[in-house]
């Protein structure tokens, strides 16, 4: 005669093979029973660390674990990547990022740390969002039309800042549309250009929404544009790229909880169910979307098929944007 625990395991392992996520009541009795380390590849403090920050806080509630907020910022997020892949596959490291500048990094890097298709898988998904070009407050652009006019008045002597892989092909992009010369300026972490964006030195930025819906709300810039086919609805005010005539701008990012490889599918399963449940409470949703984002709820399989999709897409965007690997 089975065991409860048998009955139990049979139970998981039936919904894991539906492509459903595991309810966190229905989780080994063994996962989690200690301190949770979620890394990010953003500085502390960076609008994206609050994000990680958000969902942490949410994780420990629900888990009753200590939940560890660890910044590795820097190389795009290859940093934070190569850590977590190289961690022990238990379900304790956790790596929340742009999952979609992960993928981008096999092509942007002639050497990448890892291969994202075979090291690391998706656990879970969390957002989608728009990445957006701002430019400072100061700036006397209103438009993307007005922006073209004046960069393609400046020549070489204008400036972009980006500070990672979905900005620098979205600029490269946009400038190769425009046939502007305007000169990137690559940037370590997002908090980095804050000074010059500030300051003016900068014409405009390609940057994640929720960078930059921070420096809206603090004065520091503006919204010119946004990469979503259709406006937001958490943000209508701010026209599309396709309205301004350039749909090959139109581009997605989206978060995701990554895990080393190896991790037994019983506790990315767990991981799942305890993130959709967090993305399911509507005040999830209000902070998303103040964010620049919407809720994106799936299953690892899904999460992991869209991932190595990106992976494909990602080559066709370096090579459209015309980048030499670094």
């Known amino acids: 005669m089975k065991s409860v625990k048998g009955i139990l395991s049979g139970l998981v392992m039936g919904i894991a093979m539906l492509g459903g996520s595991v309810p966190a009541v229905m989780a080994q009795d063994s996962y989690p029973s200690q301190t949770i380390n979620l890394i990010t590849g953003f500085p502390a403090g960076s609008g994206a660390d609050v994000l990680v920050r958000y969902f942490g806080n949410e994780l420990a509630e629900l888990t009753g674990e200590t939940v560890v907020v660890v910044n590795r910022a820097g190389a795009a997020g290859n940093i934070g990547a190569e850590f977590v892949a190289r961690s022990d596959p238990d379900g304790y490291t956790m790596y929340i990022h742009a999952a979609s500048s992960i993928a981008g990094n096999m092509h942007l890097f002639r050497d990448p740390p890892i291969n994202v298709a075979e090291d690391i898988r998706i656990a879970a998904t969390l957002n989608q969002q728009a990445f957006m070009l701002i430019v ?65 030195v900068l014409d405009f930025a390609m940057m994640n929404p929720v960078f930059s819906l921070a420096q809206v709300a603090e004065g520091r810039a503006r919204i010119l544009a946004v990469s979503t086919p259709e406006r937001l609805q958490a943000a209508p005010d701010y026209p599309t790229f396709a309205e301004a005539g350039m749909p090959e701008l139109v581009m997605l990012s989206w978060f995701a909880v990554m895990v080393p490889s190896a991790t037994p599918d019983d506790v990315v399963n767990t991981i799942n169910g305890y993130f959709n449940e967090i993305l399911a409470r509507e005040e999830t949703a209000e902070f998303l979307n103040s964010n620049g984002g919407d809720p994106f709820i799936s299953t690892p399989e899904e999460g992991q098929a869209l991932l190595l999709q990106q992976i494909e897409d990602w080559e066709r965007y370096v090579a459209i944007a015309n980048i030499e690997p670094i």
Not at 174 to 183: I, K, Q
């Open 136 to 200: 400072p407050a100061s700036s006397p652009y209103e438009t993307i039309a007005d922006l073209i006019e004046g960069l393609r008045a400046e020549g070489a002597e204008g400036s972009y800042a980006t500070s990672n892989t979905t900005g620098r092909v979205m600029g490269r992009i946009f400038t190769d549309a425009a046939g502007l010369e305007t000169v990137e300026v690559p940037y370590r972490t997002d908090t980095d250009i804050i000074p010059d964006l500030a300051a003016g």
